[in-house]
């Protein structure tokens, strides 16, 4: 079982910067095998893949939205994965999900709201 928590979102500009960080209550041992990942939903529209990174951080993927903007991270000391967003856009505003995946398995946390406005 896994429980997830994001924090960090909030309103910001065009072109600002936001980190989004997720707490994976898990044990250490556990954290360290999941494949972690980020998705947003606005709304109106469905969930969407935005970024994931594979268990020992080796492998990162993007959407092609966020390619180049926003990085994904992660320190399994800490149970912690982050979502560093550069350049925000005005279609990034949304609610910004944490993803735990281990084969059929998969958490959800409840979300941080993200909202890019001038």
């Known amino acids: 079982q896994v429980q997830l928590v994001e924090s960090g979102g909030g309103l910001v500009e065009p072109g600002e910067s936001l980190t989004l960080s997720c707490f994976a209550s898990a044990s250490d041992i556990t954290f360290g095998i999941y494949t972690m990942g980020w998705y947003r939903q606005s709304p109106g529209k469905e969930h969407e893949f935005v970024a994931n990174?594979?268990?020992?951080?080796?492998?990162?993927t993007y959407a092609d939205a966020v390619n180049g903007r926003f990085t994904i991270s992660r320190d399994n000391a800490k149970n912690m994965v982050y979502l560093q967003m550069n350049n925000l856009k005005p279609e990034d505003t949304a609610v910004y999900y944490c993803?735990?995946?281990?084969?059929?398995?998969?958490?959800r946390g409840q979300g941080t709201q993200v909202t890019v406005s001038s």
């Open positions: 993803n735990a995946e281990l084969g059929a398995l998969t958490y």
């Open positions: 990174i594979t268990w020992n951080g080796d492998t990162t």
